[in-house]
């Protein structure tokens, strides 16, 4: 009995989370909705003679990310899912969520090991996971073998 308690502990957290994990996916999202007058911030991603789109949401962790613009990395191929760089500095990330569940497009920092990973297939809910902004136009270019070389900057159109 005591077993089967903890197990359907265990299951409901992970549920909560996952949960947590969306909300917090749709409130980024709502941010910029709700309230006309925030800017939103859009990226330009070089991928070689590709161009992908992007915007930013608004919260510390992508002022800080926009702050480092333009950056010119080196993606390297994780777990056939995502491309992460290290970033030159670590983002505040204080009053951010626990995690979050990405999906293809998104475009996050892993918070314990200070890169950026933009997921170009669908993942799940991964702590110290935080969301930055979606990729709106040219996923397609992050969907290959291997690292890419990229430059990030400011849209300024």
Avoid: C
Wanted: proline fraction near 4%; glycine fraction near 6%.
């Amino acid at each position: 009995m005591r077993r089967f308690l903890y197990v359907l502990l265990l299951v409901l957290f992970s549920l909560q989370l996952q949960a947590r994990g969306k909300e917090t996916k749709q409130e980024n999202v709502l941010a910029n909705d709700k309230n006309p007058t925030t800017t939103v911030m859009k990226l330009k991603i070089t991928i070689g003679s590709n161009t992908a789109t992007a915007v930013l949401y608004n919260n510390q962790a992508s002022h800080d990310f926009a702050a480092l613009l333009p950056l010119s990395l080196t993606l390297t191929d994780y777990n056939q899912t995502e491309k992460i760089a290290n970033l030159p500095k670590k983002l505040f990330t204080k009053d951010a969520p626990a995690g979050f569940d990405p999906s293809a497009g998104d475009l996050t920092y892993f918070a314990p090991w200070g890169n950026l990973a933009l997921f170009y297939k669908d993942f799940s809910y991964s702590t110290g996971l935080v969301s930055l902004g979606k990729i709106t136009s040219g996923i397609e270019a992050f969907n290959v073998s291997g690292s890419l070389e990229v430059k990030i900057e400011l849209d300024k159109k």
